[in-house]
């Protein structure tokens, strides 16, 4: 019989266990990991920040320890293969099969930029026909390769515009890309290419319909299962869902019998349990977690949960920094300890921890964490760990680094 009421201690094993943590697997990492794991978190959020490594890589490296990145290339950067793009969280890999759950979505900036005259899609029709001619008649194609054949063909179509300095083409294909007019064909060395739909998806997923209704009843239940337990809000901004749209889709899972309202200690809103989420007595983890993990990208869920207040600093200004740059939450077990700011100097051949901070009120094993940047270090084909002298944590880490050499 599940509980009514939670404590804060199994609402943190079981938000844990339903993002996979708990499992790392015995011998090497397989497809058929990935893909479990993917499914089971239903994205992987994308970012072009590549100072430590790239954000998709890390929520799998978080729960299976070390794997070959080749093997995650292979699944989300193919065309037309298992999972495709669209803007869910934010911009992330998805299974294919789920594109159809994003129509509204590609209907609403439709919409959007139609009920605005003086938006830059409707000041730049003839791009926009333009790109999906050149698509129609030479697709797919990377956006290099079409922002080329644009410079060749009319100049003017290559002007710079003043959305983050990118060219009107890429622009465009951005823009056709959240209506749905154009998705994403694969990457080649992280750069996206672009088809239209019937280029690149199965005509399985291109025939299917699902109403606003039904798509987002789908999604809450999706972000239900993935978070395991979560307030109305946590489970809206897990693909970035309105109130008013995750309301109904609540109750008719709840009526389904797949979720059940619970109280948590603390929490000051009734929280929802998924009916099947693991309610694990123990949680055993080890990990660096991404800015952009599930378990942390909503701060006040992760400060409701773990206590742990975070910010991305990315976007700071150095001296308004407080961390650092790149600011990974350290995990062990069913707390976050502790927090470092990682550089991949790939050129010397260096891991860095440009900086080390142990979480206030928390237990860390630093031992035990500097033996988790050691296999990081591995992981990223680096042959070094170097501490910089930053952060509370930074002199017992320095000597429990140098103590694994």
Do not use: C
């Amino acid at each position: 019989m599940l509980p009514s009421s939670v404590s804060p201690a199994l609402a943190r094993r079981v938000a844990l266990a339903a993002q996979g943590f708990g499992r790392v697997p015995s011998g090497p990492v397989a497809t058929r990991q990935l893909n479990t794991l993917i499914d089971r978190l239903g994205l992987l959020q994308i970012d072009s920040v590549n100072v430590f490594e790239r954000s998709h890589y890390l929520p799998i490296y978080a729960r299976l320890g070390s794997f070959e990145r080749s093997l995650l290339d292979r699944l989300t950067f193919a065309r037309g293969g298992r999972y495709t793009e669209y803007w869910a969280h934010e911009a992330a890999f998805l299974p294919t099969t789920d594109w159809p759950l994003w129509r509204w979505r590609m209907e609403h900036y439709r919409d959007y930029y139609a009920a605005r005259p003086d938006s830059w899609a409707s000041a730049n029709t003839a791009t926009l026909d333009w790109l999906r001619a050149e698509l129609r008649a030479s697709g797919p194609l990377p956006a290099s390769a079409i922002e080329a054949d644009a410079v060749i063909g009319a100049e003017s179509t290559a002007r710079r515009g003043p959305w983050w300095g990118w060219s009107d083409v890429k622009r465009g294909l951005e823009v056709l890309f959240r209506t749905g007019e154009v998705v994403s064909a694969g990457r080649t060395r992280f750069e996206r290419a672009y088809g239209l739909p019937d280029q690149v998806l199965p005509s399985a997923v291109l025939d299917r319909t699902v109403s606003r209704a039904d798509a987002h009843r789908a999604l809450v239940s999706h972000a239900a299962r993935a978070h395991g337990i979560g307030t109305a809000s946590d489970i809206a901004d897990y693909f970035r869902l309105k109130a008013a749209d995750v309301a109904p889709a609540l109750a008719d899972l709840a009526e389904a019998g797949e979720i059940t309202q619970v109280s948590v200690d603390g929490w000051g809103r009734p929280g929802w349990l998924h009916t099947e989420a693991r309610l694990p007595r123990r949680v055993e983890a080890d990990a660096l977690l991404s800015p952009f993990d599930p378990i942390v990208w909503e701060r006040a869920r992760a400060e409701r949960l773990f206590g742990f207040h975070y910010r991305i600093e990315i976007y700071t200004p150095q001296p308004k920094r407080v961390f650092g740059y790149y600011v990974l939450p350290v995990l062990q077990d069913e707390a976050l300890v502790g927090r470092v700011d990682l550089k991949s100097d790939r050129q010397a051949g260096v891991l860095r921890v440009q900086a080390a901070w142990h979480e206030a009120g928390q237990t860390i094993d630093v031992e035990r964490l500097a033996a988790l940047l050691r296999r990081t270090a591995e992981w990223q084909g680096l042959e070094s760990l170097e501490v910089m002298p930053r952060g509370d944590l930074a002199p017992a880490l320095t000597a429990d680094v140098r103590a694994l050499s």
